[in-house]
């Protein structure tokens, strides 16, 4: 799915991202300002709109196989495909959690959560285009991925910032700190199996999506931490476990 979407509409009106939509209006997407020292969200009447009539299903992965943005085809069970579901699933937990976030003291989250979700796109796009790719050097380009490392930096600055002020433990963590830092947890250990499935991929992607994504469960971790202080919702510690 993820890469019929891409084929059909990514990269033709905007750039670095577009958010994959089935309706009428396409869904936020990334754009990074001027001065390079912000990341924003397009609202939806900002974004090109594509037609209605695009069908979800093809029959074309009937027979258990499924197309590259290159046009290769493979069978689904393919190390791509399962980088790429990985990634997807990650994509649909932060959606989970940005709905925990609503109206909460820790909705200001929501922004920084739906550009990830954009740039999981354009890490998915990467995965999907493998660099050694014969002939498709164009479609190569169109799909690298953070070249100067603004993104990777970027979290490394939002990591930073939500850290000022969390309660310090000597202890280890606990998933924990009510419906969305919990959530984030959950995501940011799928973050983690998405990381581990591009290493197979390591010589056929960008360098700067694996730090990327190594870079974002860092992030993940932080930020279920402070959703759950701005929620006021203690976290647990682990605690060793005495026999009676």
Same mark, same amino acid.
């Given at each position: ?13 905007? !750039? ?6 089935? =309706?009428? %209006?396409? @869904? /936020?997407? #990334?754009?990074?300002?001027?001065? *390079?020292? +912000? ?13 209605? !009539? ?6 074309? =992965?009937? %027979?258990? @196989? /499924?197309? #590259?943005?290159?046009?290769?085809? *493979?069978? +689904? ?34 922004? *920084? ?132």
């Amino acid at each position: 799915m993820f890469v019929r979407s891409f084929a059909a509409r990514s990269r033709q009106t905007l !750039t670095p991202a577009i958010c994959r939509s089935f =309706g009428t %209006k396409s @869904t /936020s997407a #990334l754009r990074r300002s001027d001065n *390079r020292g +912000k990341i924003t969200i397009k609202a939806p009447e900002e974004v090109k709109s594509y037609p209605a !009539t695009i069908k979800v299903y093809t029959r074309t =992965g009937d %027979k258990g @196989t /499924s197309s #590259l943005f290159t046009g290769e085809r *493979r069978s +689904k069970d393919d190390a791509v495909f399962e980088a790429l579901g990985n990634t997807d699933e990650l994509s649909s937990m932060l959606g989970l959690a940005i709905a925990y976030l609503q109206a909460t003291p820790a909705d200001t989250l929501i922004s *920084r959560l739906e550009a990830i979700q954009c740039l999981l796109q354009d890490v998915g796009s990467n995965v999907a285009t493998p660099l050694n790719t014969e002939k498709q050097t164009s479609k190569v380009r169109r799909t690298r991925f953070d070249p100067d490392g603004y993104h990777c930096k970027q979290l490394e600055v939002w990591i930073d910032e939500l850290s000022e002020g969390l309660p310090v433990h000597r202890s280890f963590i606990l998933p924990s700190g009510g419906l969305a830092a919990s959530t984030l947890h959950v995501a940011r250990t799928v973050c983690r199996r998405a990381e581990r499935s591009l290493i197979p991929l390591k010589d056929d992607v960008d360098k700067e999506t694996l730090m990327f994504v190594n870079r974002l469960s860092d992030f993940l971790f932080v930020a279920a931490r402070w959703a759950a202080m701005k929620q006021n919702v203690s976290e647990r510690i682990y605690v060793r476990q005495q026999v009676e």
